[in-house]
Nanobody, 118 residues
């Protein structure tokens, strides 16, 4: 079972950038599809982006243009870069990983808070 630990969140001014990191342990990282989700207060958890074992990237519509996901298999880490931050990006950002294939569940990290001040 993979364990995931996010870092890099905090309080950021609108227009700034942040890079979130998610370190994985306990499983073969390169065999996992990795994703970032976010959940704003009172709202559902939404997928931001995912990156497959082969490096294929899928971004949600709202994430196009300002968000970038990447992975470093040598460091067992997945990243989320967010540029031109907006107050609407304020949320808890969760890292998740799962084995490819239909029905495999996501394993979640504990989340990292990103707060964007106007």
């Amino acid at each position: 079972q993979v364990q995931l630990v996010e870092s890099g969140g905090g309080l950021v001014q609108a227009g700034g950038s942040v890079r979130l990191s998610c370190a994985a342990s306990g499983s073969l990282f390169s065999d996992l599809t990795m994703a970032w989700f976010r959940q704003a207060p009172g709202k559902q958890r939404d997928e931001v982006a995912h990156i497959t074992t082969g490096g294929v990237i899928v971004l949600s519509d709202f994430a196009m243009g300002r968000f970038a996901i990447s992975r470093d298999n040598a460091k067992n880490t997945v990243y989320l870069q967010i540029d031109s931050l907006k107050p609407g990006d304020t949320a808890v950002y969760y890292c998740a990983g799962r084995k490819p294939g239909f029905g495999n569940p996501w394993v979640w990290g504990q989340g990292t808070q990103v707060t964007v001040s106007a």
